[in-house]
């Protein structure tokens, strides 16, 4: 079983930055692909970013340049760093990790941390 416990979230001003951590326990949690996702208000569920057990990365062009996702295997560890925030970046954020077995893909997510950007 997979738990993500996130932490990091918070009120910033239009071009501040946040730095969102997750962390994950499960002892095969390294091999999944780990990230985040964001959902605003009447909003669906989006990607932001995600990254591989390997290191590869993808990211939503609307936080391409601004956001950046890492990860520490060892620690089950997962980063995303804000910058240049938008007031369009006000969500709340959830750490997600999967896989991909036999076709199928499983989803963990975390409980959610609010980034609001506001001046």
């Known amino acids: 079983q997979v738990q993500l416990v996130e932490s990091g979230g918070g009120l910033v001003q239009p071009g501040g930055s946040l730095r969102l951590s997750c962390l994950a326990s499960?002892?095969?949690?390294?091999?999944?692909?780990m990230g985040w996702y964001r959902q605003a208000p009447g909003k669906q569920r989006e990607l932001v970013a995600d990254?591989?057990?390997?290191?590869?990365?993808t990211y939503a062009d609307s936080v391409k340049g601004r956001f950046t996702i890492s990860r520490d295997n060892a620690s089950k560890t997962v980063w995303l760093q804000t910058s240049s925030l938008e007031f369009e970046d006000t969500a709340v954020y959830y750490c997600?990790?999967?896989?991909?077995?036999?076709?199928?893909?499983?989803?963990?997510w975390g409980q959610g941390t609010q980034v609001t950007v506001s001046s």
């Open positions: 499960g002892s095969s949690v390294t091999t999944y692909t």
């Open positions: 990254i591989t057990s390997g290191g590869s990365t």
């Open positions: 997600n990790v999967h896989r991909l077995a036999f076709g199928i893909r499983r989803d963990y």
